[in-house]
């Protein structure tokens, strides 16, 4: 498959699915390899055939969606995000949540892939807040529209280079080496759901501290669809709660109750 000839095709057809092409830009080869293997599977010749089955066959819609999905995940990834959530961000709630005496923190994780930005959030919590705030505890309901990558999530088992960004303190305390692989302490499990749900359609229930919606909704979906996402993200923070977006996104043009920190994408709601 021509590489001009797979980006002619994702720009013609990722708009049938509410998609931008130019989220896909750098992204394009994974998705190119995976629409080269259904192409063989399916016995079609060409990229043209299939876009006329995606015309007429919704199944194949559906499963073309599947193959646009880019699980780029690891631990810490953003160091500067993460450390000024262990810094600023976690124990601002936190203060908060004790002033109110609320028994928690609530925090959602959309788009949490195979479990690295939760287990980040909650390794940050146990070894850097939880013994200034012993009363409050960290829950964490973290959603992904995939299966398999939630199943993952919670086999918690992760490949070496999946942890290169995390500190050493958090590595030691929160990891046991098997066989090759890094697996997630039990006690660090505790206090996390796993959802699988699209955010496009659906969230979880009640209202959240902090929301963390990295380089998903405000990369890959259009306009429409970001407006629909961020309303419904809007509508499960609490005031006075930190909605976190990804280093290169910006909120659509329609968010008027959010103040931007200077330093990162991070928005208060007000």
């Known amino acids: 498959m021509r590489d001009h000839d797979c980006i002619a095709f994702l720009q013609r057809y990722l708009p049938y699915l509410g998609l931008r092409w130019p989220g896909y830009r750098k992204v394009r080869r994974t998705v ?7 192409l063989r599977a399916l016995n079609l010749e060409n990229l043209s055939d299939y876009g006329n089955l995606l015309l007429t066959d919704p199944m194949e819609q559906a499963h073309f969606d ?19 959530l262990g810094e600023s961000y976690l ?8 002033e109110r005496s609320a028994a928690e923190v609530r925090t959602w994780c ?31 309901v973290a959603t992904d ?12 088992s992760y490949r070496p280079g999946s942890l290169k960004d995390l500190p050493p303190p958090l590595k030691e305390n929160g990891f046991e080496s098997r066989d090759g692989s890094y697996c997630l302490r039990p006690e660090f499990k505790d206090g996390i759901t796993f959802l699988c749900q699209d955010i496009r359609k659906e969230a979880p229930e009640g209202s959240f501290d902090l929301v963390l919606c990295r380089n998903l ?33 910006s909120l659509p043009a329609t968010q008027t109750i959010f103040h931007r920190d200077d330093r990162l994408p991070i928005y208060r709601k007000y």
Do not use: N
């Open 217 to 249: 909704a405000f990369t890959y979906f259009e306009t429409d669809i970001q407006c629909d996402v961020f309303a419904r993200l809007e509508r499960h923070l609490r005031p006075g709660g930190f909605l976190m977006i990804g280093a290169h996104e």
């Open 145 to 156: 529209v995939d299966p398999h990558m939630l199943e993952r999530a919670k086999a918690a």
């Open 66 to 84: 599947t193959l646009c999905r880019i699980p780029i995940s690891r631990f810490y990834r953003g160091r500067k995000v993460f450390d000024l």
């Open 91 to 98: 124990p601002c709630l936190a203060q908060e949540a004790a």
């Open 32 to 38: 190119c390899k995976r629409l080269a293997r259904r």
């Open 110 to 140: 959309a788009g949490s892939a195979s479990g690295e930005e939760p287990y980040s959030l909650k390794l940050i919590w146990e070894v850097k807040v939880q013994r200034l705030y012993p009363a409050l505890r960290l829950s964490i």
